[in-house]
């Protein structure tokens, strides 16, 4: 079992940048893939960036490569996310997620665990 919080969520105007933060409970956080996920209102919730139990690899949707990085401290049990040149189209309520097995996965139903969400508003 895994229970993962998430922070770091606020306004900021377009071209500024946040880092949102993931606490995760349970001694097997170092084992799971975890993925960032956002849902914008009316939208379904879409991928955004994995990362595999090592840090070694990562994936990213088209929408952020380039401006988003996701990092993962297993020490502190923390998975992380920072975002740079915020545009107003990435405003959505972001979410962490954890996934049992090794392959880095972009679908929502492929992960097992979800936090509660965390708001990013980016203004014009």
């Known amino acids: 079992q895994v229970q993962l919080v998430e922070s770091g969520g606020g306004l900021v105007q377009a071209g500024g940048s946040l880092r949102l933060s993931c606490a995760a409970s349970?001694?097997?956080?170092?084992?799971?893939?975890m993925g960032w996920f956002r849902q914008a209102p009316g939208k379904e919730r879409e991928f955004v960036a994995a990362?595999?139990?090592?840090?070694?690899?990562?994936s990213y949707a088209d929408s952020v490569k380039g401006r988003f990085t996701i990092s993962k401290d297993n020490a502190k049990n923390t998975l992380y996310l920072q975002m740079n040149s915020l545009k107003p189209e990435d405003t959505a309520v972001y979410y962490c997620?954890?996934?049992?097995?090794?392959?880095?996965?972009?679908?929502?139903?492929?992960?097992?665990?979800w936090g509660q969400g965390t708001q990013v508003t980016v203004s014009s």
């Open positions: 997620a954890a996934a049992r097995g090794v392959v880095l996965t972009t679908t929502p139903k492929t992960y097992d665990y």
């Open positions: 349970g001694r097997s956080f170092s084992t799971y893939v």
């Open positions: 990362i595999s139990w090592s840090g070694l690899m990562t």
